[in-house]
């Protein structure tokens, strides 16, 4: 039960993402701000704070499995959030060895982690001539509203996530596969 | 130092062969989805239609709240078009009958006109917003196939770029490059038809670009508006695309660019018409068997 829930969460993010910019207000879409969604990412860095322990990577493998998801429904070329989620997620697994997993830690590696996942999408696209844009208009056109939009999704998923993440993970340390 | 110890190292490498080799599958020039593609594009957009219909219900209320606010002011105005319109639409019926009169009379039966509109609601929009895509609800079992123009009820929105069995990506002209023009014309009443491409989208003004083709004097003027042109032999002549806004000459000075300011809302529209070009049927089948 429990194996089939990440993996429903994570596809039901996935589709949200494709509704998101018909949710948001016109006005922000037609603007020159560039909002993108990454909350299938955001779950995948209260996985890997909550629910990974030191040894397990799932939140790893997620990442490769629903960033090569996102790429074939949404973009069209294959491998680039991929790999950038699933590096970027072993980077805040790495992180989160040397801090403790809570409320601050999340917040502080959510807000690294969209960043560097957004710069290394940036720097992908613009390396194969997609993306024609100067960084600086990047930075603040893109990477500012993206990070404090979803700032904002982080926080409205922590009351509902976190405690749950963090009992799983522990189920899952002592070997109760069921739930 | 644990952080790059040799495994970890090499396992990235590998990561960094597997990306590129990826890109370099998806970048190059194809036609067709891959059926692994095609499956994940299907289940996808049939969970995407489910969730889809609760969330435009609530949205639609929310927008019906809003449009009720200004019902007075439009109703006002709506009907003193509706007046013109009458006498409009009287002319155009015997245009039209005219028309079809004299093509009886000279035995043409097909115009680069005439299209099959096939429906669609779009069902997701691409969050990656670099990649100007939409999803709908229609794919190769409806007929739909890739290089179909789409449009709204304002005007051409974009194209079909690839089909699975019953889901397809659209491209909006937003996203357009020059890997993907368009024919376009501005028709004028003597034979100086002015033919170009659009050939991209600017994000600072927010227009397409409308590269003129022809060495032309002959002045562009503003507010001309820009229609789809049978000779790019993908669409049928005459969809709306935009107005013109302003023209300038592009960056070697070599030939006249118009800015063009696009007829549909790119944001904003959740029902589409596929336009399969009835004329070029034939064309199209033969041309693909040729390709194979």
């Known amino acids: ?179 | 130092m644990q952080f790059f110890r040799n495994k970890r190292l090499f396992i990235l490498l590998i990561g960094f062969i597997v990306l590129v080799s990826l890109i370099g599958y998806s970048l190059t020039d194809r036609d067709k989805l891959s059926t692994a593609e095609k499956f994940i594009n299907d289940a996808v957009g049939w969970s995407q239609s489910i969730i889809h219909t609760p969330v435009t219900f609530i949205t639609d209320i929310v927008t019906n709240i809003k449009d009720l606010k200004n019902t007075y002011d439009e109703n006002q105005l709506l009907k003193e078009q509706l007046s013109q319109y009458k006498t409009l639409v009287y002319e155009v019926q015997e245009i039209e009958e005219e028309n079809e009169e004299l093509r009886d009379l000279i035995g043409i039966t097909e115009s680069a006109r005439d299209y099959v509109p096939i429906q669609a609601t779009v069902i997701s929009r691409s969050p990656e917003r670099w990649v100007e895509q939409v999803t709908i609800n229609k794919g190769e079992q409806d007929g739909v196939r890739s290089n179909m123009v789409v449009i709204t009820a304002e005007g051409m929105v974009g194209k079909v770029q690839s089909t699975s069995e019953f889901t397809s990506t659209l491209q909006l002209l937003t996203g357009f490059d020059q890997y993907n023009r368009i024919s376009a014309t501005i028709s004028r009443d003597d034979e100086n038809d002015i033919f170009g491409m659009i050939e991209g989208f600017d994000e600072e003004t927010n227009s397409l670009i409308f590269r003129i083709i022809e060495e032309s004097e002959k002045d562009l003027e503003e507010g001309e508006l820009v229609v789809s042109s049978e000779l790019g032999g993908e669409y049928p002549a005459g969809l709306p695309i935009g107005t013109v806004k302003e023209v300038v000459s592009d960056q070697y000075g070599l030939t006249r660019i118009a800015m063009v300011d696009p007829a549909a809302d790119m944001y904003d529209f959740r029902n589409v018409i596929v336009v399969d070009r009835a004329l070029a049927e034939p064309e199209e089948s033969s041309d693909e068997e040729e390709e194979e």
Do not use: C
């Open chain 1, 1 to 179: 039960m429990k194996r089939l829930l990440f993996p429903l969460i994570l596809f039901l993010l996935t589709i949200l993402e494709g509704l998101a910019l018909e949710l948001l207000p016109p006005d922000l879409v037609m603007g020159n701000l560039l909002i993108v969604p990454h909350w299938v990412f955001a779950f995948l860095v209260y996985m890997a704070v909550f629910y990974d322990k030191d040894s397990t990577y799932h939140s790893v493998v997620y990442a490769l499995l629903f960033g090569l998801l996102i790429d074939a429904v949404y973009t069209g070329i294959l491998g680039v959030y991929m790999f950038s989620y699933a590096l970027v997620i072993y980077i805040v697994h790495g992180m989160k060895k040397i801090l403790h997993g809570n409320f601050y830690v999340l917040v502080l590696l959510g807000i690294v982690g969209i960043f560097l996942a957004d710069l290394f999408i940036y720097f992908i696209y613009s390396s194969i001539g997609l993306v024609d844009m100067v960084f600086e208009d990047y930075i603040v056109h893109r990477m500012i509203p993206t990070i404090l939009s979803n700032l904002v999704f982080i926080l409205l998923l922590y009351p509902m996530t976190a405690k749950h993440l963090a009992r799983w993970g522990r189920e899952q340390l002592t070997g109760s596969s069921t739930l």
